[in-house]
């Protein structure tokens, strides 16, 4: 059993990680976890940090982008590691089988720490290794996250470190992550070394996943907060005059800017925002047309459908069913 030692203290001790990689995830949350450590280990001349990829049947990981990731061997070959990260993308309640999540189960206790990459909190929260934790997730499965595992603390930050439990939104954040691991354990002149070689910088876990349009500078602010409205109002969208009023605007005014920026008017703006959140649910979730309708603020199906239809080519029957060629252009992701 591992000894439950904080890994976010300054140490010089080489730090050891089996990457559990779950067919259909992405490469770029791979690459997120993993080039970070080798890039602090060309700067400190030494192995500080090594690593094993490892999959559930230990054969070749299919990604997303089409081709596949070698694996140092099945699950059972993370032992010995000090920490297992779980990378987890589309249909994890496909590839996490109830056996796998057994055998997670038991390996948790052989770990200082677990952590979970996007979908991973979903596979550590139904193998029970989030009860009583705080915890985040991909920012589009935060409503469905909490719903399904109330025993635990759902928050929308990009990643979550509680105790010896660890939750990351996605790509982007697990990089800041990994930047946090390096600059607690060697100090953030060396992090800062890791960002720079990657053009980026660090972003805290408790910041937000997805960042406002207020930040966007190609954007006049008023339009800006108008969008952050639309944004927080998908399920009961305001009427385009109310937003104007809030943002100083008139609505002819309004009209203007979002014409001039965006190339189209406030309410089909608007409308793009709800119909993408609609989309998103029909092909990423089970949930019924009637609740897909209710959360994208449609009065009913029907008239999410005659709208989806209009946008989208095809209802959104169809494209839960894989007919119609929108379909070819998504990744179905159900949790």
Partial sequence: M?????????????????????PHASILEVA????PMRAANRHLGEEAYRWRVVSPDGRPVPLTC????????????????DVLMVIVG?????????????????????????AGVDAGA?????????????????????????????????????????????????????QDLMLHLIASRHGAPLA????????????????????????????????AEAIARMEARIDDPEPMARIARAVGLSPRRMESLFHQYLGESPGAYAMGLRLQ??????????????????RTGFSSPSTLSRAF???????PSALRRGQGPANAAFSSRPR
């Fill in 2 to 22: 591992a000894e439950n030692v904080n890994i976010f203290l300054p140490s010089r001790a080489p730090l050891t990680l089996a990457v559990l990689v779950l």
């Fill in 32 to 35: 997120s976890v993993l080039d």
């Fill in 66 to 81: 089409g081709i596949e990731l070698p694996s140092a061997g099945p699950l059972a070959s993370a032992e010995g590691a």
């Fill in 90 to 114: 589309y249909r994890q309640a496909e590839v996490a089988t109830r056996p796998f999540l057994q055998a997670l189960r038991r390996m948790a206790p052989r770990f200082r720490l677990i």
């Fill in 122 to 174: 979903w596979v550590m929260a139904r193998a029970g290794l989030l009860d009583g934790y705080r915890a985040t997730v991909h920012w589009e499965d935060l409503e469905d996250f909490a719903a399904a595992f109330p025993q635990m603390e759902c928050l929308p930050d990009r990643y979550v470190i509680d105790r010896n439990r660890v939750t990351v939104g996605g790509a982007a954040p697990a």
């Fill in 192 to 223: 800062r070394q890791v960002a720079a070689s990657f053009l980026t910088t660090q972003r805290a876990g408790h910041e937000p996943q997805v960042a406002p349009p207020q930040r966007d500078p190609r954007l006049d602010g008023r339009v």
């Fill in 277 to 294: 959140a609609a989309r998103r649910l029909v092909t990423d979730t089970r949930h019924p047309l009637a609740e897909v309708a209710l």
């Fill in 309 to 315: 239809s209009r946008r989208f080519g095809v209802p």
